[in-house]
């Protein structure tokens, strides 16, 4: 059998028998792991500490010649610990990892690890705004699925005019003449496509767009798994 490590965040954890639990894991190098973890549920449990939700950790695990590996040693790297205490960032981080499985197969691209990792840590800092957070997020997202909506024309194939406002044209993926967002919105839309969240905060500004970018974001996110 081969013995393998790796960083590791918890998508999923389901019970299994007295004291087992079948973890799945989003990696940076082996996509999606289906891991068995024995025991873990115990008092005592040595690999427990290790497969927090909400954190980065090393694991390392044993291929047999099932689909569901053996876990064999976990040691927390870093554990986002504030986010429980919001219940608002609570949901939203489940949100981010339902998201992140649903629109992954079994090997993403590491960066969708990276873009889990990057959210936690943003949801764990409460002076960012959590609104911004899933605006970032959800960007981020469609960014890397490949669904990029195009922000510097309009559905005429004309350039952005910086004193007309536009509204979104989903089916075109792009802004037509409307009334939702002036050439400040969408700036800051831009950003939310090009920077971390930590980045974000500092446009403080970008507050009073952040409410139709996340409609906007969202919409799109769903279309995208339609």
Not at 6 to 30: C, D, K, M, W, Y
Not at 65 to 84: A, N
């Amino acid at each position: 059998m081969k013995h393998l490590t790796t960083q590791a965040i918890v998508l999923n954890r389901t019970n299994f028998g007295e004291s087992g639990r079948i973890i799945t894991f989003l990696t940076p190098e082996q996509g999606k792991l289906r891991v068995m973890a024995r025991g873990v549920r115990k008092v005592k449990s040595k690999l427990a500490g290790g497969i927090e939700l909400f954190s980065v950790s090393d694991i390392s695990y044993l291929i047999g010649r099932g689909e569901i590996y053996t876990l064999t040693s976990s040691r927390l790297i870093k554990h986002f610990g504030d986010i429980v205490k919001d219940s608002d960032r609570t949901q939203a981080a489940y949100d981010f990892i339902k998201q992140i499985d649903k629109n992954t197969a079994d090997n993403p691209e590491p960066a969708y690890f990276e873009l889990l990792a990057d959210a936690f840590e943003g949801l764990d800092d409460h002076a960012i705004n959590l609104d911004l957070i899933c605006v970032w997020f959800g960007a981020q997202l469609i960014k890397l699925a490949g669904h990029t909506p195009n922000l510097r024309t309009d559905s005429a194939g004309q350039p952005l005019d910086q004193v007309k406002k536009y509204s979104f044209d989903y089916q075109a993926m792009c802004f037509k003449p409307g009334r939702t967002f002036d050439a400040n919105a969408i700036k800051f839309l831009r950003l939310c496509f090009a920077v971390s969240p930590k980045q974000l905060k500092n446009i403080r500004s970008g507050e009073s767009y952040v409410k139709p970018s996340l409609n906007l974001v969202q919409a799109l996110t769903k279309k995208m798994t339609q």
